[in-house]
Every structure is written in structure tokens, then in C-alpha cells.
């Protein structure tokens, strides 16, 4: 079973606009962790926010921010004032702390396009 | 955040040879790597995970005869590809992580492996 869905394979956004993308997991660990990361077409993975299982505050860096919502298993990531250097793919992923020795588990990604 | 090098970021070499590929942490010691693979426009699949010192655990499906992982030091681990074949064309990329399951991992730069 998919334990990360990314159902979103593009997406495009207005530069300056705010840009919400989508991500469901699924556990049965109580301590895990939720992820961001972009791709640009360098290749490399910049991490760009983390929300613990236990976090009740939504985390946010800078322009990003996590909506975590536990009891609907998501975490969507809310980019705010796009930016046309914001053109990437986007991964959501997992760690579960207990089960799974603590590997990250990636969804399918996000390709957002920023126009200008 | 801790640095994770990577080499060669992109080799090209020919069918039936091996190729090795290096993922060094710099500046911590790397308990735990990660090698994944990821094809163009998908996500990055994990191979197998290496603890220091001892064999890698692999993930179903890949084959640990293909890809050698050896994890001597607690700041080296290398993939070697054997009797490469144009279809293990692919971006490899490590991560590293020092300490327990809920410490953060820090990904390499990737290596774009081509096969002719």
C-alpha cells in the first residue's frame, strides 16, 4: 500500500500568488515524521520543512509552512509569494521512528510551475 | 546542515563494466546511509540502507549481487554498480544520518549514471 500519495503530478502558479501542494500519508506508528523537499533540475533534494507526529503547532520556514492535520493523516505544504526560482519538483515524504529503521519513504512529487 | 558529498556527480561508462559511486559526510559521522534510485519524473525509490560496519539491509526487489554496498567507515559508503547494463541508466542518490532513527538525514548530490 502507498504509505505517501502525492495526487498532484503539476502544478502551476501565478508568481506571487500562494500555491498549496498535497500530501497523504499512511501509518501505524504514533512517532514518525513528515517531510518537504525540493528538486530542482540540478538533481540535488533541499530540505525545506519538518513536522513531528507530536509538533501540535504547524511548522513553518520563511515562505513555507506545513498544514498538518493528524486525524486526516495529511500534509499539505503552502508556499506563499511564489517566486519564479520556486519551478521545481516537490516531494513529500515520511520517516516512521519505530517501524522501518527510520528510512524516508517518498511520494510521487509535485512539478510546480511558476509563471510570471 | 551537515554536508554530504557525493561523486562522481555524472559518469558515463560501458556495458558490462562497474562503476563506483562514493557518499562521504563531511563533517559528521554517518551511522546510517541511504542509496536510492530515481528515474526521470518519478520518485526516488530507496535501494537499501547500510549501517556502519555491517551488511546492507536491501529493499524488495533490488539485487544485492548488482548493486554492492559496503559502509566501512562511519564516513564513507559506496554503491558499485556490476556489469552495468543500460538499464541502471539512473540518478543514484545517497543520504546520511548520524545518531538515532528521529535524527535528520542529508543527501549527497546525486550521481547521473549513464550506460552506453
Known amino acids: 500500500a502507498q504509505k505517501i500519495t502525492q495526487t498532484q503530478p503539476g502544478m502551476f502558479v501565478q508568481e506571487k500568488e500562494a500555491v498549496t501542494l498535497d500530501c497523504t500519508y499512511d501509518t501505524s506508528d504514533q512517532s514518525y515524521g513528515l517531510f518537504w523537499y525540493k528538486q530542482p533540475s540540478s538533481g540535488e533534494m533541499i530540505f525545506l520543512i519538518y513536522q513531528g507526529s507530536y509538533d501540535e503547532q504547524n511548522a513553518t520556514e520563511g515562505r513555507y509552512s506545513l498544514n498538518f492535520q493528524k486525524a486526516r493523516k495529511s500534509a499539505n505544504l503552502v508556499i506563499s509569494a511564489s517566486q519564479l526560482g520556486d519551478s521545481a519538483m516537490y516531494f513529500c515524504?515520511?520517516?516512521?521512528?519505530?517501524?522501518?529503521?527510520?528510512?524516508?519513504?517518498f511520494g510521487q512529487g509535485t512539478e510546480l510551475s511558476v509563471k510570471p | 546542515g551537515a554536508v554530504v558529498s557525493q561523486h562522481p556527480s555524472r559518469v558515463i561508462c560501458k556495458s558490462g563494466t562497474s562503476v563506483k559511486i562514493e557518499c562521504r559526510s563531511l563533517d559528521f559521522q554517518a551511522t546510517t546511509m541511504f542509496w536510492y534510485r530515481q528515474f526521470p519524473k518519478q520518485s526516488l525509490m530507496l535501494m537499501a540502507t547500510s549501517n556502519e560496519g555491517s551488511k546492507a539491509t536491501y529493499e524488495q526487489g533490488v539485487e544485492k549481487d548488482k548493486f554492492l554496498i559496503n559502509h566501512a567507515s562511519l564516513t564513507l559508503s559506496t554503491l558499485t554498480v556490476t556489469s552495468a547494463h543500460p538499464e541502471d541508466s539512473s540518478f543514484y542518490i545517497c543520504?546520511?544520518?548520524?545518531?538515532?532513527?528521529?535524527?535528520?538525514?542529508?543527501f549527497g548530490q546525486g550521481t547521473r549514471l549513464t550506460v552506453v
Open positions: 515524504a515520511m520517516r516512521e521512528n519505530y517501524n522501518q529503521g527510520g528510512k524516508l519513504i
Open positions: 543520504s546520511a544520518r548520524g545518531g538515532g532513527v528521529d535524527t535528520e538525514a542529508f
